[in-house]
């Protein structure tokens, strides 16, 4: 039985809770400091959930880029710098805004042809109604 035992060791310490980094939950000293914080944290998405901020998210990932921001803002790194280094590691999907480019493309024209096609289509529907 103790070996048995022994095998599921690994597994328990596998999935213990990991601590929450310090930042994650409290607020920067420094009034200024923490408003250029929450507002960076309000424009990424959380890689987890996708629908909400990182400011918003409970997700612990989203607990860790809160901190991580928290930490180079009170480093005196301007929040510019940050979210291009969240972008270059996580890519143009963690902002809210992603630039456009040959990959967003789509995300940006879809809307603009669904328009289109919606002002066709009720023109050509009015126009059959009157005659």
Request: proline share 8%; glycine share 4%; hydrophobic share 50%.
């Amino acid at each position: 039985m103790k070996p048995l035992l022994l095998l599921t060791l690994p597994l328990a310490i596998a999935s213990a809770p990991v601590p929450v980094a310090h930042w994650a939950n409290t607020q920067l000293p420094d009034v200024l400091q923490e408003a250029q914080a929450k507002a960076l944290m309000e424009t990424l998405r959380c890689l987890v959930c996708q629908g909400q901020s990182i400011a918003d998210s409970d997700a612990d990932m989203a607990a860790d880029m809160r901190a991580l921001v928290r930490e180079r803002i009170a480093r005196g790194e301007q929040p510019g710098a940050i979210r291009a280094w969240l972008v270059e590691r996580y890519g143009d999907y963690v902002t809210y805004d992603p630039p456009f480019s040959a990959v967003t493309a789509p995300l940006w024209l879809t809307p603009v042809l669904l328009l289109v096609l919606g002002v066709v289509v009720a023109r050509l529907s009015f126009r059959g109604k009157q005659r």
